[in-house]
């Protein structure tokens, strides 16, 4: 059996890279200089390496010890997430959440289930802002975000919500005008983008094993999903959007979905937190609520 390791060592670690001085350590912690001294002589003693370059003023990490800083800094904060859930799992959520969330998403699906929530767990304050640009859920200290599309790599944590298709849709007057029978059909017809999807110029459709790239003939673009819903459906241009947001403006005939028998690229809508903030009772349970109230 291996030796048995003081995690309390880690503690004295952090905080003295963090205040850079054993003072500075040892006043954040409530503990005297001397006992936090000798932590960390037994703690670079149990790793077998110098953590700590040392001078008459300050304390900075040696490589090892940056590197050993960043391990021990995530399983202290998982640690901590651990004994925060299980001590709060029986509490009644309390406290203020602040959640962003696109627009046309954030009104159809996550408002009324914030209204579910919150009829739930009352003591629950929610602070939600709609927005279609990407915020840094970090920097402007939101405790949860939804995102839509595709995501880019990041620390931060994110758990799929839905899957949905990209299609292309337009009126019933311009369905009818274009008479669309194939992807190339659309190479000079008028688009409108989506700010979403700056990336995207080019669009791959598929069909039975058949792949046609198109280049679109972009003539506006826009960064409200509902504007746009509602320019397509009074002139005469396409677009391409997520069908999960299309649904009553198709049954209800506003939209017709050219090229049916296509298939686009698929995304997800995703809850996204930030990586190493302890989540409160009152988070979690939304997490855990939302990714079965919202999926039916």
Partial sequence: MGKRLNFNRLAHFIATVEAGTITGAAAALGISKAVVSKQLQLLEEDVGTPLLLRNTRHLQPTDAGRIFYEDAKSALTQANNAYERIQDRDKTPKGVLRITAPVDFGVSYVAPFVARFQDTYPEVTIDLHLTDGLVDI??????????????????????????????????????????????????????????????????VFEKNGRRQVLSTHTVSTMNITLAMRTYVAEGFCYTLLPDFLLKEDLKEGRLKQLLPDWSLRAGGVYTVTPPSRVRSNALQRFLDMAHKDIRK
């Fill in 138 to 203: 970090i920097e402007d200290r939101y405790d949860l975000a939804f995102r839509i599309g595709w995501l880019s790599d990041s620390s931060n944590l994110a758990r799929k919500l839905l899957d949905f298709e990209v299609i292309a849709i337009c009126s019933p007057s311009t369905e009818r005008r274009l008479n669309v029978k194939d992807p190339d059909d659309l190479a000079t017809a008028p688009f409108v983008r989506s700010t979403a999807f700056a990336e995207n110029t080019e669009w």
